[in-house]
C-alpha cells in the first residue's frame, strides 16, 4: 500500500509540472494578447487560424468592409463589388505591435486602384490596440 502511494504522488508530481512546464507565456504576453484580441473585436474583426502559421508571436484577423467607404471614386461593378474581406496578421512583441495585410501582393496601388483608402482598415486596426493595450498598462 505505501509503494502504490509513494508512486501516486511521484505520477501528480510529474504530471502537474508537465502541465506548468508546457505553459510558457508570460503574464505580460497574455495581456498583450488579451488586449490586441479585445481590440479587435471592438473593431468588428474576426480572428481566424491560417492554414500554414509562420510566428509563434502572430494573430490573424478578417474584416467584410465596404467598398463606399475605403474608395473614393464610382467604380464600374458596384452591384457586384459592394464587400471586400481584408485579412489583417499582428505581429507583437514585448515593446510593439505591427500591423500588416497578409496578402500584400493583391493590396498593392496598382490592384486596388490610385486613390483608394483601404490602408486606413490597418491604422484603425493599430489604434484600437495600441488604445486598449494603453488602458491596460
Given at each position: ?8 504522488v ?18 505580460k504576453?497574455e495581456?498583450?494578447i488579451n488586449?490586441i ?12 487560424t491560417p ?53 500584400k ?22 489604434d484600437?490596440i495600441e488604445?486598449?493595450?494603453s488602458?491596460?498598462?
Amino acid at each position: 500500500m505505501k509503494k502504490l502511494l509513494v508512486l501516486t504522488v511521484i505520477a501528480s508530481f510529474l504530471l502537474g509540472s508537465n502541465g506548468f512546464a508546457a505553459s510558457q507565456m508570460t503574464i505580460k504576453e497574455e495581456k498583450t494578447i488579451n488586449a490586441i484580441q479585445k481590440a479587435a473585436m471592438h473593431d468588428e474583426w474576426t480572428q481566424y487560424t491560417p492554414a500554414m502559421q509562420n510566428g509563434s508571436q502572430t494573430l490573424y484577423f478578417k474584416k467584410r468592409i465596404k467598398n463606399k467607404d475605403y474608395y473614393t471614386y464610382r467604380y464600374q461593378n458596384r452591384h457586384q463589388n459592394k464587400r471586400m474581406t481584408v485579412y489583417v496578421k499582428v505581429d507583437y512583441t514585448d515593446n510593439n505591435v505591427n500591423v500588416e495585410f497578409v496578402d500584400k501582393i493583391s493590396m498593392n496601388m496598382g490592384r486596388l486602384g490610385i486613390d483608394n483608402k483601404v490602408h486606413k482598415v490597418l491604422h484603425e486596426l493599430t489604434d484600437a490596440i495600441e488604445l486598449e493595450l494603453s488602458s491596460d498598462a
